[in-house]
């Protein structure tokens, strides 16, 4: 056989073999193709004026006080006072221009949510009390997804008639006052109590992977109590901590629902988000390259903070598994004031975190819903229209059908570029690695407008350019976008998966004269055909509730819209009907435990959702 | 017929990133034979081992099979099959479906397949286990598992790598004995990895000892044992005394070497450098008078008791030399401070150059 210099360096390899170099290749050009060439192209559009290099749309951005405002104005809370003479306080927050308060409401969603999912996670892990179980449950729901819907009972919850006020003004006098939360503050709020169980997920990983005895060395010479837990618990589980705290605040600088939710107090349209989605799909004959701009700047802050993260955590990288596998986890029963803590702030806590996935379900089954503490009424009458009106129907299965191609994709790409990454030490391994969990540092809404400007410059005037008003296809787009977006999650698993194969059980089987084909499909992928279906029904939940991109490029022709789209447009029109919308979201979340409950049936372990390192 | 092979290795050489793991490996083995590479950890020996199996390619050198040139021959292409270290045995397939594996990769008819896989199961003595999967047979029969994956397909050269380090002792000894026999019924080439000198020993028909990327030493075990070549591979195969001289006379290829204040006459050496260490084994200093002797007076430093012989470990100045014995009378009048003699017949006086 041919020795080839190339395929040594580039795959770590000295044999040129087909199947390895298209390992490598096709997820590798996949990604840059599809990813890094829009964004380009977005770069390219962002930074040029009247035909020339220019930093203009960004110094108009950073110096317009719409965008940069300081000092902040408005004021945080007013106080009203009703005609029944009850006083209440308004929340909105303060505006510090679109790109400042995208900022501010990220860094505050990710404060938020790593102190309750750190909390959560360490009572978790480290104590055993009464009703464990459904707190291991509870803590689960916030997780299942409902574009829109979520966030619409959130704010529900915070109007001044809502069940907060009914709860700790009304029933237990807590509060002085009545409140409402809206604007940028209802944001926050709906943010913080979607994403914080990706910081407990990752934080109570953290705290069960460490090793005991690094614990009672510590309590052995004397420590206890809270300075264990600041000088040895804690350090040790913050790079996971941080980790997941990166997320939400990618998460939270990207979310659109939140702010669309929220769009009647117009403080809540003051984000970049929600700037780019709207300038994108109101704006008027050419969409201005203030767009592209925008998208840059967001895309920047979240790439920082993933390479921030990234660099962070691979310097502190425990080896904290000592050898010889599991050990008897450090749990204990609470004191009475820690139990006090549990049941009478935490598990209120929780239960008002769990509240919105509540409220979708009833939601689904109600008449109406407006200024009362619960919906009104039962009917079924919106769950047989999703179920049976053709329009309707039509949006589920373009969702289906979407989320099953780009879930093919995803499988092909996660497959081919964890056995290269897993198995070969060539010069493109490194940058396949990164290439891989890249999409996760990416915006929605900036994949979106990269995908805007590329297909409508690369394929002008066919079924593929946004920009062809009446004969645009996004199925193409939606499929290409989903498949980037949710390849990290399953890429993950199938990685972790060929870890767990010691790369002998192939030497073996080459070395009987197997070819590496028949290797790969007759040993490998039988062994990690339980991660490989972990993480396409991954990809596949969060496919069929992908919105930044479903919301746009998607909407652009409604007749082969994805289900989010659809959901977006019946809760911004006055006409639409949120139990519509609710009754999607339970579609949604039915499909979302079916996966979860059929791969831990399957995989036999408890499947972890999210987690960046 | 099977076709047996010779296999020639030419100058390889084997880097990973900055460390040299192979710097230049000639070796030479023969049809039929069993041949062992023994050495530490990192020596090099699985590398060797890989790089003839088509798992890793060398940077530099080249492969023989007889007279094929192999050394970019792939894996799968090139007949030399391994025994891994752990075995690799696919967890999902049973015992007679991984033994099977490569005559059905042969496509073979499936008479013939099964005709081969009871043949193979017979001589690693596994009948009536083909049902079982990997996960539910024991260490000792895993290792046959692997064994008979590897013969049923008539290897040119069978490669077993480290092949006994994950079992206990008993089962070690019984699989040693089985390995040979199998090796002497079919015949086969063998090539043998292990850093157990004993092992290596009871073994091989000849052995290579390795030391961080060089052959030091190729013969057979009697040849390794007795006539070191070099400082490393007397230290290697088992407990020996290495002490530290100098050359002070030489006449032809005899000369007069001195530690501390002794003086070794009429010894044999024919390197040149003059820095030198003394090998002498243990089990040839003899604790009374015997002829053509060299007497060395000291001290007695301790005197160790392992059951079925008995050390004492003799201070001579600064250095200490170990004597062994297996008779009782000769420790009886020794005390531990007090004097002790120790004789050694100077053929037994081994003069090699020091390493650097």
């Not at chain 1, 308060?101 to 055993?128: D, H, K, P, Q």
């Not at chain 1, 975190?353 to 979708?360: A, L, R, W």
């Not at chain 1, 109406?368 to 999703?386: A, D, H, L, N, R």
């Not at chain 1, 767990?500 to 007759?522: D, F, P």
Request: hydrophobic letters at 50%.
């Amino acid at each position: 056989m041919k020795v080839s210099k190339w395929s040594e360096k580039l795959f770590g390899t000295p044999l040129f073999e087909p199947l390895v170099s298209f390992s490598y290749l096709f997820p590798l050009l996949y990604i840059v193709v599809f990813l890094i060439i829009p964004v380009l192209a977005m770069l390219a559009i962002a930074f040029s004026h009247e035909g020339h290099f220019s930093l203009y749309w960004f110094k108009s951005i950073l110096t317009s006080s719409y965008y940069v405002q300081f000092p902040p104005q408005g004021d945080f809370a007013i106080k009203t006072v009703t005609a029944t003479g009850e006083t209440v306080y308004l929340i909105r927050g303060i505006d510090f221009g679109v790109v400042i308060n995208s900022l501010v409401v990220a860094a505050l969603v990710t404060l938020l949510a790593s102190l309750m999912g750190t909390i959560f996670a360490f009572i978790m892990a480290r104590y055993e009390f009464k009703g464990k179980n459904f707190f291991r449950i509870a803590l689960f729901i916030p997780l299942l997804v409902t574009p829109f819907v979520n966030a619409y009972v959130i704010k529900k919850m915070f109007l001044d008639t809502g069940l907060i006020n009914y709860i700790f003004y009304e029933l237990l006098h807590i509060l002085p006052f009545r409140i409402k939360i809206d604007g940028l503050a209802g944001v926050v709020l709906a943010q913080a109590m979607t994403y914080y169980p990706i910081v407990y997920l990752n934080a109570y990983a953290s705290f069960i992977n460490i090793d005991p005895t690094l614990e009672e060395q510590a309590e052995n010479l004397g420590s206890k109590g809270f300075h264990l837990f600041r000088t040895v618990t804690f350090p040790l589980a913050l790079p996971g901590i941080a980790a997941g705290a990166t997320l939400v605040f990618i998460f939270s600088l990207e979310d659109l629902a939140a702010p669309i939710v929220f769009q009647g107090d117009p403080l809540a349209k003051k984000l970049m988000s929600y700037q780019i989605f709207s300038k994108f799909l109101y704006g008027l004959g050419e969409r201005s390259p203030e767009i592209a701009a925008l998208s840059i700047i967001m895309l920047t802050l979240a790439v920082l903070a993933f390479l921030g993260i990234r660099k962070y955590v691979s310097l502190r990288q425990y080896a904290m598994l000592s050898k010889g596998g599991r050990w008897k986890p450090r749990v204990s029963k609470p004191k009475p004031w820690q139990a006090a803590i549990i049941y009478v702030v935490l598990l209120p806590l929780l239960l008002l975190t769990i509240f919105p996935q509540i409220g979708v379900v009833l939601l689904a089954f109600s008449k109406q819903w407006s200024v009362t503490v619960m919906p009104q009424g039962f009917t079924t009458e919106y769950v047989k229209q999703m179920l049976f009106n053709p329009d309707v129907r039509r949006y589920i299965i373009n969702s289906l059908m979407y989320s099953a191609a780009a879930v093919v994709l995803i499988v092909l790409l996660s497959v081919t570029s964890s056995y290269a990454t897993s198995r070969f030490k060539g010069v493109l391994t490194p940058v396949l690695e990164s290439l891989v969990i890249i999409p996760i540092a990416v915006p929605g809404i900036v994949v979106a407008m990269g995908y805007f400007y590329f297909f409508s410059q690369v394929f002008p005037n066919t079924p593929l350019d946004p920009t062809n008003i009446f004969s645009f296809n996004p199925a193409f787009v939606l499929i290409l976008a989903y498949s980037i977006r949710r390849l990290p999650f399953s890429a993950r698993s199938v990685y972790a998966g060929l870890q767990q194969v010691h790369v002998s059980l192939e030497e073996a089987s080459m070395n009987l004269g197997a070819s590496r084909w028949k290797t790969v499909t007759g040993i490998l992928l039988p062994l990690i055909s339980l991660n490989v279906f972990g993480g396409a029904m991954l990809s596949f939940v969060y496919s069929m509730s992908e919105t930044s991109v479903g919301i746009t490029l998607g909407s652009l022709n409604m007749q082969y819209a994805p289900i989010t789209a659809f959901m977006k447009d019946i809760m911004m029109s006055a006409a639409g009907s949120a139990q519509l919308a609710a009754a999607l979201g339970v579609l949604l979340i039915t499909v979302q435990i079916l996966s979860i409950v059929l791969v831990n049936i399957i995989t036999k372990q408890r499947y972890a959702f999210i987690g960046l390192t | 017929m099977r076709k047996l092979v010779e296999v020639k290795l030419e100058n390889i050489v084997k880097t990973f990133g900055e460390t040299v793991a192979l710097k230049g490996i000639d070796l030479h083995i023969k049809h039929g034979e069993l041949f062992t590479l023994l050495g530490p950890s990192g020596c090099g020996k699985s590398t060797t081992l890989r790089i003839i199996a088509g798992l890793d390619f060398p940077d530099k050198g080249r492969i023989f099979f007889d007279d094929q040139e192999v050394t970019y021959l792939s894996s799968s292409e090139r007949g030399a099959v391994l025994v891994f270290q752990n075995y690799a045995l696919w967890p999902h397939m049973t015992v007679y479906d991984n033994i099977a594996y490569g005559l059905k990769i042969k496509k073979l008819p499936k008479d013939e397949i099964e005709k081969k896989v009871r043949w193979a199961l017979q001589l690693v003595k596994l009948e009536g286990f083909e049902d079982r999967y990997p996960t539910q047979l024991s260490g000792g029969q895993q290792q046959r598992v692997a064994i008979a994956r590897a013969i049923v397909v008539e290897p040119k050269l069978l490669l077993l790598d480290e092949p006994l380090s994950n079992l206990d002792a008993k089962l070690r000894l019984e699989m040693r004995s089985e390995i040979r026999r199998i090796q002497r019924e079919l015949g086969i080439t063998v090539l043998y990895v292990t850093h157990d000198q004993e092992e290596a020993m009871a073994i091989s028909d000849r052995i290579a000892v390795m030391n961080v990327g060089t052959v030091e030493q190729v013969g057979t075990p009697r040849e390794i044992y007795e006539k070191p070549k070099t400082e490393f591979v007397a230290s290697f195969m088992g407990k020996t005394n290495v002490i530290p001289a100098k050359v002070v006379e030489r006449e032809g290829d005899k000369v007069t070497v001195e530690f501390e204040h002794f003086r070794l006459e009429g010894l044999t050496y024919t390197d040149k450098s003059d820095k030198v260490v003394i090998v002498i084994r243990p089990e040839r200093i003899s604790l009374h008078p015997i002829e053509n002797a060299v007497k060395l007076e000291g001290k007695v430093d301790l005197i160790e008791y392992y059951g079925f012989f008995i050390e004492v470990v003799g201070m001579f100045g600064e250095t200490r030399i170990i004597a062994r014995t297996i008779s009782d009378k000769d420790v009886m009048s020794l005390k531990p401070q007090g004097p002790v003699t120790f004789y050694i017949n100077r053929d037994d006086i081994l003069v090699l150059p020091k390493q650097l």
